[in-house]
């Protein structure tokens, strides 16, 4: 009989080391068959592989087994059950669809919470079964060792896999299932910027000097949400479990669980175990003094107030509704408008506009805040926040142009926060006609924003167009200086310059601070219409308060400091950047401008 001396009929498959000549060379993984042989008159297959002969012996006509397992283990391998379906034996595919084939290998994987399989050379182990030797790294149970034993059916020529269930998972016998039980470490501790503690233990306490901090910054633990099953499910955290639903617990959340623990198992067989671990304490960057400021600014009214660091990219500080209230951002987003007309060549920064009180779009006007005639240059038409001029800057720069600048500014993109609430615009073709348009470049129609989402706008015009990062952990912040940016850097400059008027002169001046340049923009957001009041009959008088009423608009305002040019001529890079939402307050200048002042002079404290 030719061939290995070793390798005998009936004899367990056996490998040797690599050969030293030119067998040796080719891919670097084992399971990588390089060339096959057979043994003359020996009914012994010989696989060649990278890393050594893999010896399949008394195989006799069901050579076609091994290359069927091959394929099965390389698609096992890569978690690919359509790729493995059709290596099922025919009677097999006939009574389980490959819908139910590919969910029950999903169910397994989640179950395991894998990560990755690796798979091995395939070991023959009689004339109807193969081996396949797999690895399974998990995310709560550590590395998962076993084989996947193959049974075949058919003739020899077409040979096809026997599937039964427990082959989801190595090791899984026949009619057990696949099961695990988990728990969770005690969840990590939140400290501030400076290490003091803002929550820790089950009841998350925090120091007792930090109560006010922790009552805004902290947020809630709660039932598992039904659109974060999957994800957690996925992490190995228990569904009946209590987890971070808003503020920094949500935000952190997949920090803060740590690593759960516990048993992997099928039927009464072990396949795996590992106790809970503990997250580290994280270090977020919320700044006490800046976090108090914004607290007392918001003054208990509803609203928003969020205050960042453009170039790491750190929250400072966020109060109220910072991260979940969407409103109509009003003429904070003219912002935007304006960065997308000068980078399509829609306006100039020389061009001059009429002084007027309305512009007519598809035959309607679009008036001024309050009927003030205004115009002129287009810095004075941003500093005094004519409609007059960007409504119809808005429906020549068209819809699609509009939103692809609002959405490289971040709207319709999830936020850099978990949990933080997505920033929207309709989509071009879906916003309608230039009255529409109009509208919608001046932060109305069917625009929703966060206060978070137009600090972070106002951080890209400070940043020269570059956007941010942003974070509540001490550990992934980066230096947002070195990003590419995202709108013409030109642009960006000259809007940064231009809102730098808008307080100087224009509708800001409520946020100026003594010695420092402030870049803003403010908004006033209608709710209901302030417009067009008539009379009635009966009251001639109904409309002689109109002028006085505030509830009917948000107030907002959105900054950065300090601006302006350094003594070499350069930009200054800002260091914090704020955006101020409040809800049926009135006027952005008269109420939202002072708020930000004041969590601007704390940060820059």
């Not at 995310?139 to 076993?146: C, S």
């Amino acid at each position: 009989m030719t061939g290995p001396p070793h390798a005998r009929k009936g004899a367990p498959a056996a490998r040797r080391s690599a050969p030293s000549g030119p067998e040796a060379g080719g891919s670097a993984r084992d399971q990588a068959v390089l060339r096959r042989r057979r043994v003359a008159g020996a009914g012994i297959l010989v696989v060649v592989l990278a890393g050594g002969y893999l010896l399949v012996s008394g195989l006799g006509g069901r050579a076609g087994s091994v290359t069927v397992a091959e394929k099965y283990a390389r698609a096992y391998a890569a978690q690919d059950p359509a790729a493995m379906y059709p290596l099922l034996d025919g009677d097999v595919r006939e009574r389980l669809s490959l819908a139910r084939f590919v969910e029950l290998h999903r169910e397994a994987a989640a179950t395991a919470t894998a990560t990755r399989f690796v798979a091995g050379p395939v070991e023959a182990v009689d004339d109807t079964h193969v081996d396949i030797p797999v690895t399974v790294r998990t995310r709560v149970f550590g590395l998962v060792r076993g084989k996947l034993r193959l049974e075949f059916a058919g003739d020899g020529d077409n040979p096809g896999v026997a599937w039964t269930r427990n082959l989801v998972f190595p090791d899984v016998p026949q009619g057990a299932e696949l099961t695990r039980t988990v728990e969770l470490p005690p969840r990590g501790k939140l400290l501030t910027r400076d290490d003091q503690v803002l929550a820790e233990g089950d009841a998350r306490t925090p120091e007792p000097d930090l109560a006010d901090v922790a009552a805004q910054t902290v947020g809630q633990l709660g039932p598992v949400p039904k659109d974060r099953l999957e994800e957690l499910t996925a992490l190995g955290v228990p569904t009946d479990a209590k987890v971070g639903i808003s503020g920094l617990e949500r935000a952190l959340d997949s920090r803060l669980l740590g690593t759960p623990g516990g048993t992997l198992q099928a039927g009464g067989r072990v396949l795996a175990q590992r106790t809970p671990r503990q997250a580290k304490a994280i270090r977020t960057t919320i700044a006490p003094s800046v976090e108090r400021a914004a607290v007392a600014a918001l003054a208990g009214r509803l609203g928003g107030v969020v205050a960042l660091n453009p170039r790491t990219g750190e929250l400072l500080a966020f109060a109220g509704i910072a991260f979940s209230g969407l409103q109509p951002p009003g003429s904070t987003f003219k912002m935007i408008t304006l960065v997308g007309a000068l980078e399509n060549d829609v306006a100039k920064e020389s061009d001059s506009y009429p002084i007027q009180t309305a512009a007519v779009l598809e035959g309607v006007d679009l008036q001024n805040a309050n009927g003030e005639s205004c115009g002129g240059t287009l810095a004075q038409s941003f500093a005094k926040s004519c409609n007059s001029v960007f409504g119809p800057l808005g429906a020549q720069l068209g819809g699609d142009r509009l939103v692809a600048t609002a959405e490289e500014f971040g709207f319709n993109k999830a936020p850099d926060i978990p949990g933080a609430a997505t920033s929207t615009i309709p989509a071009g073709g879906d916003i309608g006609d230039d009255l529409a348009l109009g509208s919608t470049a001046i932060g109305q129609g069917r625009v929703q924003a966060t206060a978070l989402q137009m600090a972070s706008v106002a951080a890209t015009i400070g940043l020269g167009g570059r956007k941010p990062h942003l974070t509540v952990a001490m550990d992934e912040r980066a230096d947002n200086t070195k990003l590419k940016p995202v709108v013409d850097p030109s642009a960006a400059r000259t809007a940064g310059r231009m809102m730098l008027d808008v307080v100087a002169y224009g509708t800001g001046t409520a946020a100026a601070l003594p010695g420092v340049k402030v870049a803003g923009k403010t908004g006033t957001a209608e709710l209901e219409s302030t417009q067009d009041c008539v009379p009635t009959e009966d009251n001639p008088e109904s409309c002689a308060d109109q002028g006085s009423i505030t509830t009917d608009t948000s107030a907002w305002f959105a900054a950065f400091a300090p601006g302006g040019s350094g003594p070499k001529g350069g930009a200054i890079t800002p260091k914090v950047a704020v955006g101020v939402l409040l809800v049926r307050a009135g006027a952005g200048g008269d109420t939202a401008a002072p708020v930000a002042r004041q969590v601007l002079a704390a940060a820059l404290g």
